[in-house]
């Protein structure tokens, strides 16, 4: 019997047939898994303003300029006397004179405010009276057209700082509103931390995550989740590095640091663009918990961006660096009893989260690198044996820089070697063997970024096509290559300095790409172990136009077998499973499929079901089972063995 879908299966003309042969009986290496990831990082808007859920812009006004994201108007100043948080000095000052007017603030949020009918938001802030009165606010949610579609009030008294709140119920959909809040009564109040959440948020958490972009994540199925970048890692100074002890405790006390992607890109720039770190480590292990992933951070191992910078901290200086990935191993996985499995508790996960791995350096290059990576692995090999270590290749997928530091690696041992690689889709085509070769002595591979650059750096099925055809090679040296994340991750559709990514949103959507499900198809298809596919003896890496890998599920007793076909010609292949114990036939092989005719095809906001994947069945034949491959498509297909 034969279930087939005619969207996923066009009509055939048949050009081409092949065979494919799987060695059933000789099961190979391993699958890691957290072979198939996602890496995150805080570039087009992915954090503030996008999968971290705050609505509101610059909400403790410590930009550079404190008002940018504010349009002030009334009697509103800038004071940092006495301020409720520390690491957040500013605060503003209202002082209505009670002459109708009002006096307040207004925000845009990111590229504007997103509000969805019927939805309720957690308005907050905190403040004192300095004229110890009683004092309203007005808080208003505005549509574009500067109407309010939601509005609540507050009173305020008391001479000491005081959290408030409110909920606010959205009247109408609005992709680009406005936040108002008002003192409309006379006095002088000091105001600070003005917040806005969506009342749902991911798992329901306060401080908490963009609902459909996190749920886009869980559903994707990742392995491994690596963070929190990438550049913002190194900074352009060491002073705007990231630093992870920044990033935890209260968010409302946790300071900002710059983002060095606002002045990159000079096409794309945002001075507008700083991480408040309300995103923060603590939520990045919880994300990776609740989404199934392994954690991969990644620390500044005392080297601004070698891009943009010579700023290297001296190697006899590196002490608090090395103190710091220490201090994270242990804010991870230490005892309640201990100084930061403490803070770990008090933010509210006494349980450790299993830390297992730590990257130390990003994209850095040279034996300035070297040598203050060697410090980093002495001092953690001795208190964490327990800890893989990554290392890097440097920025490139070949070259100078990367033949030099690949043999470093395996003298300092690291556990993996970070490979990145932005080419074109030739070059994905080219590499599918690329691992085929490599030496099985030493570190394990971690392709640690790499995304197929088509033209205009579209997110088009032929880029999705190069991707999956290049993890078929990855797939079939599971022996040496043990993680994989694509990137970048998030981008904002009004908001972004670097393309192509996988995942795009505005303030109220969000679309997957088809980049995004070539992933999830690896992902939620990997298996536990590589199985031999040949035709005629040989590999399959491009040979007709085809690539392909076949895997073991143990668990589930299935072989899973990944095709792409990157030419525009179908071809009927008949693949074959040798070495069986038992033989059979009329069993249904479920198969997955992600095809379009037009490899140029994109999804957008407006059309985020362009190109998916569908699902059919057809039936095996004895001990084989033939897929009517089309033109430009990737398929998956899984069958029952016992």
């Known amino acids: 019997m034969i279930f087939i879908s005619l969207f ?19 099961v190979g290496a ?10 995150f990082e805080d570039i087009n808007f992915g954090a503030d303003g996008g999968l971290y859920a705050e609505l509101i812009k610059n909400r403790s006004f410590e930009f550079d300029h404190p008002f940018l994201g504010w349009t002030p108007f009334g009697d509103v100043k800038v004071q940092q006397e006495s301020p409720c948080f520390d690491k957040n000095p500013n605060y503003v000052r209202f002082n209505e004179k009670g002459l109708r007017t009002g006096t307040g603030l207004e925000n845009n949020g990111f590229t504007g405010i997103g509000f969805h009918q019927y939805d309720e938001y957690l308005f907050s802030f905190y403040a004192r009276s300095i004229s110890n009165d009683e004092n309203k606010f007005k808080v208003e949610l505005l549509n574009a057209g500067n109407a309010a579609i939601g509005t609540s009030e507050i009173l305020v008294q008391g001479s000491d700082w005081k959290k408030y709140t409110c909920t606010i119920k959205a009247k109408e959909t609005e992709a680009k509103g406005k936040i108002r809040f008002i003192l409309e009564t006379a006095g002088t109040v000091d105001v600070d931390h003005i917040s806005l959440f969506p009342k749902e948020t991911w798992k329901g958490r306060k401080n908490g995550l963009r609902k459909d972009l996190a749920q886009a994540l869980y559903d994707l199925h990742p392995g491994v989740l690596r963070f929190p970048g990438g550049c913002i890692v190194e900074g352009n100074t060491l002073k705007t590095r990231y630093q992870w002890k920044n990033s935890v405790g209260p968010a409302e006390n946790r300071p900002l640091n710059i983002n060095r992607w606002f002045y990159t890109f000079k096409y794309h720039f945002f001075p507008d663009y700083y991480q408040s770190y309300g995103l923060g480590f603590f939520e990045y292990f919880l994300l990776s918990e609740d989404i199934g992933a392994e954690p991969l951070p990644v620390l500044s191992c005392g080297l601004a961006c070698q891009y943009e910078s010579k700023e290297c901290v001296a190697v006899d200086s590196l002490d608090s660096y090395i103190q710091d990935a220490v201090d994270l191993i242990e804010f991870a996985n230490g005892e309640v009893s201990t100084k930061w499995g403490k803070v770990r508790a008090e933010m509210g996960h006494p349980e450790p989260f299993n830390l297992k791995m730590i990257a ?7 034996e300035v690198y070297v040598e203050r990576l060697e410090k980093f692995v002495k001092v953690i090999r001795e208190k964490h044996p327990e800890i893989k270590i990554v290392g890097g290749s440097g920025p490139s997928s070949d070259g100078k820089q990367f033949e030099y530091l690949w043999p470093k690696m395996k003298e300092l041992k690291v556990d993996l070697v970070d490979e990145h690689y932005y080419k074109n889709p030739e070059w994905f085509y080219k590499n599918a063997k690329r691992y ?3 030496d099985r002595k030493g570190p394990k591979v971690f392709a640690g970024e790499y995304a197929a650059h088509d033209k205009d750096k579209a997110n088009n099925l032929r880029a999705a096509l190069a991707e999956a055809a290049f993890m078929t090679g990855l797939e079939r040296n599971a022996d040496i290559v043990h993680m994989a994340t694509y990137a970048p ?15 795009w949103f505005d303030n109220l959507t969000s679309v997957c790409t088809p980049n995004y499900y070539v992933q999830k198809m690896y992902a939620k298809n990997a298996g536990t172990n590589v199985l031999s596919i040949k035709s005629k003896d040989e590999n399959i890496t491009g040979q007709d136009s085809l690539y392909a890998s076949a895997v073991l599920d143990h668990e589930n007793s299935e072989i899973i077998v990944k095709v792409v076909n990157i030419s525009s010609v179908n071809h009927e292949i008949n693949i074959k499973l040798d070495g069986l114990k038992k033989s059979f036939e009329d069993k249904e092989v479920k198969i997955t499929c992600l095809h379009s005719n037009n490899p140029d095809l994109q999804n957008t906001l407006a059309a985020p079901l362009a190109i998916v994947p569908g699902n059919y069945s057809i039936s095996s034949e004895k001990n084989s089972f033939k897929l009517l491959a089309a033109g430009n498509a990737f398929y998956v297909c899984r069958l029952k063995i016992k």
């Not at 003309?13 to 059933?24: C, G, P, T």
């Open 30 to 39: 391993e699958i890691q898994p957290e072979m198939y990831g996602v890496f």
């Open 8 to 26: 996923i299966l066009p009509y055939f003309s048949i050009f081409a047939q092949n065979n494919f042969v799987i060695d059933v009986k000789n």
């Open 360 to 366: 130390i350096g990003n994209e850095q290059w040279g």
């Open 489 to 503: 991750l998030f981008a904002h559709v009004d908001a972004w300095q670097w393309r192509p990514d996988m995942i």
């Open 436 to 438: 085929d070769t490599y």
